[in-house]
């Protein structure tokens, strides 16, 4: 015969969830690797398992299960593939970027670019910072557009921003940065963009309000069609499609390339190649070029 504590401890057993099991299965990581690339165009080859199980595991804690193959079977469901893709990409993503990343890019822009692009056109000039990752890149761009501006009056611009991961767009919008990212700005952009945190106890940096509201952050899956029908004239494309399988990077250059405005430039990152490919550019720099 049982006591009441004793039945009251079998129903505190049988309430307890199972063991965490933190590795995933083949099968589990086939399953997630066909998804992504699919959904997204990433390309989540045998050695990324490791990588993909590990970033996974705070997902499945914070949903309550113990084990890949149980979260893999809520991300097929109906009601669970609606929910979760986004939370999958954000888990997926990589995101490194750092302010005036790859320099000689903007020094192109300044010495180049836009006084090629004023001359040819009075009209305001639309960039796209495509992949923005949490903001440094666009900021990165306002601070130098906003110098040329104070020397050319007249010069007006918009600038658009994407990435397909909403967490680390929240990020970019709020524009909140740690002391130590911020090392490789000139001192003269830093005093008049950037604001120090006035807890003193928390190095951190905001982007200047006026700053912030110069960008129209966006969410934009690249697998998907581009939902904007206006064209870009310059278009930052940098350190993305290196996560793209060969034809997926192809078809996305040939996108940005649809998008551009005759004479518009487009910058990759110097990890990235568009060598034996057929788009309508000319190379005028490493890793830049320009629609013909």
Request: charged fraction near 30%; charge should be positive.
């Amino acid at each position: 015969m049982l006591f009441n504590k004793d039945k009251d401890k079998i129903k505190e057993e049988k309430r307890q969830p199972a063991a965490f099991t933190p590795r995933m299965t083949d099968a589990d990581f086939g399953k997630f690797s066909k998804l992504i690339k699919e959904e997204f165009g990433i390309k989540m080859p045998p050695s990324k398992k490791t990588m993909l199980e590990a970033r996974l595991q705070k997902r499945l804690r914070a949903l309550g299960f113990s084990c890949h193959s149980e979260y893999c079977d809520f991300l097929f469901s109906p009601g669970g593939f609606e929910k979760e893709l986004t939370q999958l990409i954000d888990v997926v993503t990589t995101n490194t970027t750092d302010f005036f990343r790859e320099p000689k890019h903007f020094e192109l822009l300044l010495s180049t670019v836009l006084p090629d692009l004023c001359q040819r056109s009075s009209r305001p000039v639309k960039l796209w910072s495509a992949g923005c990752s949490s903001g440094e890149e666009p900021y990165t761009l306002c601070m130098v557009l906003n110098e040329f501006t104070e020397r050319n009056p007249n010069f007006k611009y918009s600038l658009m921003a994407t990435d397909i991961s909403t967490d680390i767009l929240r990020k970019a919008m709020n524009a909140v940065y740690p002391m130590s990212k911020v090392d490789v700005v000139p001192m003269a952009l830093k005093k008049k963009y950037l604001l120090k945190s006035k807890d003193k106890a928390k190095p951190l940096v905001r982007v200047a309000p006026g700053l912030r509201k110069k960008v129209d952050f966006k969410r934009l899956n690249f697998m998907e069609p581009f939902p904007f029908k206006d064209q870009k004239d310059i278009i930052f494309c940098r350190n993305v499609v290196i996560y793209f399988d060969r034809a997926t990077q192809y078809m996305l250059f040939k996108k940005f390339c649809a998008t551009l405005t005759k004479g518009g430039y487009l910058f990759i990152g110097h990890s990235e190649s568009i060598s034996g490919m057929e788009l309508p550019v000319r190379q005028i720099a490493p890793t830049v070029y320009q629609k013909v």
